[in-house]
């Protein structure tokens, strides 16, 4: 009996518990703490004078600034590093910084080792295409990209054609050697990398610093003056077919619907990528119908691809169409998807 007694005390004691007024409101107002601090995490920045927009951790922050030849340059850049503002591209390694040079930045480049993405065996996420011939990515010897400097096919709104985007990683252990035409490593105050001797980098890249630098660059885009708010990616487009985190098999079957604005000439091109965004197979979502008009438009297609990739996780990008190959028009939405073990 007294064992009885004790287990529906509990049970009335827990009950109670759960169903206590006090408690639910202890919980919402937790809920409502954290959803603050998770708002004050990321912080938004808008620049209506060279018309983008990105996202930026709290550890960061943004500067307005000049470089010599009234160039201008906004900064976002580490607020843990005691620097000397603002950021061009010639800075101390252990700097984690991004340079927006509306104008370009009028010097030579950074000398080192150095490939055009198009020759680059990695792939970067951005929400805008750029000019993957002309623009560089820089390297350390063990072949990890210590920077990178964006240019595009047509600039952005209100940029010029020299304008471009200067990506510098933070470099730990970081060391220079010169070496001579004759492979014979000399003094870095007799080097001359403008000539025949070639400067190596050495070093390691902050991984932390990296993945945040990385997500701002991914969260930014460009817009048009005077144009309409971006619109949410959910009211351009809708994939129905497959479905998010689908394990896939090859041929795939894409269908859903798109705003006409999506497509050109009936098209708008999707492909699949692996979990480094490298891409495995690309081709056209074609509209059915009338696709010349503002309303949401049918389309489908079929994808084929060759061999799984070693990781399950991979993702299908679908861009918007845009012949003007202007930064500002360029919308993609991304999709997870999942490929089985073969």
Known sequence: MKISLLSMLLVLVAFGCKNNPGSAETSKVQEEQNTKKINNEVQKYVD????????????????????????????????KVDI???????????????????????????????KSFNNWESVLDFSFNFNKND?????LENGEAWAYYLKFYQSPE????????????????????CISTGGESK????CDPMGEDEVRFSG????????????????????????????????????????????????IQISGEARGTWFFEAEAPVRLVDKNYITLAETSIKAKGEWMTNDFVPFSTEL????????????????????????????KFTLPVRFPSE
Not at 135 to 139: E, G, I
Not at 215 to 235: G, P, Q, T, V
């Open 48 to 79: 209506s004078t060279w018309n983008f927009a990105l996202e930026y951790p709290s550890n960061f922050e943004v500067l307005e600034d000049e470089l010599p030849a009234n160039s201008p340059v906004v900064n976002v850049y580490s607020k």
């Open 135 to 139: 623009s560089r990515v820089y390297l």
């Open 204 to 251: 390691e890249i902050n991984e932390k610093s990296k993945m945040q630098l990385d997500k701002i660059m991914s969260s930014l885009y460009f817009f048009r003056k005077n144009a309409e708010e971006r619109k949410e990616l959910s009211d351009l487009i809708k994939v129905e077919k497959p479905a998010v985190n689908t394990l896939i098999n090859s041929p």
């Open 84 to 114: 000397s503002k603002p950021l061009a591209i010639h800075e101390e390694p252990e700097i984690a910084y991004i340079a927006l040079l509306p104008k370009g930045f009028g010097v030579d480049g950074p000398s080192g080792k150095q």
């Open 187 to 190: 003094p870095m105050q007799e």
């Open 158 to 177: 209100k940029w010029d054609e020299y304008g471009g985007i200067f990506v510098h990683y933070q470099i730990e252990n970081f060391n220079t050697t």
């Open 304 to 331: 084929s691809f060759g061999n799984f990739p070693e990781d399950k996780k991979g993702y299908l990008i679908f861009e918007k169409s845009n012949a003007s190959g202007k930064p500002e028009l360029d919308r």
